[in-house]
T-cell receptor, first 115, second 113 residues
Framework: KAGVTQTPRYLIKTRGQQVTLSCSPI?????VSWYQQTPGQGLQFLFE???????NKGNFPGRFSGRQFSNSRSEMNVSTLELGDSALYLC??????????????FGPGTRLTVL | GNSVTQMEGPVTLSEEAFLTINCTYT??????LFWYVQYPGEGLQLLLK?????DKGSNKGFEATYRKETTSFHLEKGSVQVSDSAVYFC????????????FGDGTTLTVKP
């Protein structure tokens, strides 16, 4: 079956702009998690959605938000972009969520560059 | 809070050498433990996992044993190949903290022919 897909793969924005990233989970998976990966901070958890509800949130400012649709597809939005938001944004899906013994399946990521 | 500490890299080995990447964790509950691998330009892929103490996860010649007494989940492989060159992440999921996984900083492995 198809894996996790993320669009777009690459994005270049300027400071102050906003951006929306999209993630389509594996069919049947209800949990979608978002992570930010940077060379300096490693992999940081942003938030997790399950059945359209945000279940958990990491330590990121309110400029980072997300949502999940009834078909489990998820979007994350970053407003008022800062240079430090440049990162690889990874999405992962699983059946029940990362707190269970489920395996998380990761997408290839969206590489965001803020100029 | 939960945390995962990985052996610092980068690690450079010759082909057929023995690999160990150390991973220790701190968690309030009884976490599941994972090793993920990330190849250049790609997302993370699950390599192996263990869901309870003394479980051994294994895949593609890699092994790791869930040691509760030492809170460790070290990754080992007896004979590495050039194709094993990648970044390896140790991670945990804690059932008492629904929806959140914690990852180590990653260890870059380079295998030379």
């Amino acid at each position: 079956k198809a894996g996790v897909t993320q669009t777009p793969r690459y994005l270049i924005k300027t400071r102050g702009q906003q951006v929306t990233l999209s993630c389509s989970p594996i069919s049947g998976h209800r949990s979608v998690s978002w992570y930010q990966q940077t060379p300096g901070q490693g992999l940081q958890f942003l938030f997790e959605y399950f059945s359209e509800t945000q279940r958990n949130k990491g330590n990121f400012p309110g400029r980072f938000s997300g949502r999940q649709f009834s078909n489990s597809r998820s979007e994350m939005n970053v407003s008022t972009l800062e240079l430090g938001d440049s990162a690889l944004y990874l999405c992962a899906s699983s059946l029940e969520g990362p707190a269970s013994t489920d395996t998380q399946y990761f997408g290839p990521g969206t590489r965001l560059t803020v100029l | 809070g939960n945390s995962v500490t990985q052996m610092e890299g980068p690690v450079t080995l010759s082909e057929e050498a023995f690999l160990t990447i150390n991973c220790t964790y701190t968690a309030t509950g009884y976490p599941s433990l994972f090793w993920y691998v990330q190849y250049p330009g790609e997302g993370l892929q699950l390599l192996l996992k263990a869901t309870k103490a003394d479980d051994k996860g294994s895949n593609k010649g890699f092994e790791a044993t869930y040691r509760k007494e030492t809170t460790s989940f070290h990754l080992e492989k007896g004979s590495v190949q050039v194709s094993d060159s990648a970044v390896y992440f140790c991670a945990l999921s804690d059932p008492t903290n629904a929806g959140k996984s914690t990852f180590g900083d990653g260890t870059t492995l380079t295998v030379k022919p």
